[in-house]
């Protein structure tokens, strides 16, 4: 996943990687939809909508509400959640259901990009 409009750099680089360690490269833009989960309330969120407590850096395939979904912990209070497109709006609605008693509140990209910069380390 990349940040929109870099341009092909970085595709190129992941692309040469990919061959010199004889990993297959497949673009699933169209197949596929990524959520990022990201503050305080982000852990208790996921887990009412039924995902399990991983521990950061760690990966898993989860069910959330039912729709198959690869959970990945990025840090402590951020979480990429990639899910079939087909299936996104019945993600939203279980993220929005788990999230609304804990005032979960939605950001696009460039407002995420806003707070990831200016959030104290």
Not at 32 to 55: D, F, H, I, N, S
Request: with cysteine; charged share 20%; net charge negative.
């Amino acid at each position: 996943m990349g940040v929109p409009g870099l341009g092909p750099g970085p595709r190129r680089e992941l692309e040469e990687r990919a061959v010199r360690h004889g990993v297959e490269l497949r673009d699933v833009t169209t197949s596929r939809v990524a959520v990022c989960v990201l503050g305080p309330a982000a852990r208790e969120v996921l887990t009412r909508a039924g995902a399990q407590v991983l521990p950061v850096g760690s990966v898993r395939s989860e069910s959330i509400d039912g729709i198959p979904t690869l959970v990945l912990h990025e840090d402590e209070q951020r979480w990429l959640l990639l899910a079939p497109a087909a299936d996104a709006a019945e993600l939203w609605s279980a993220l929005s259901d788990a999230g609304a008693p804990l005032g979960l509140a939605y950001v696009g990209a460039d407002a995420l990009q806003h707070l990831l910069v200016a959030r104290p380390r």
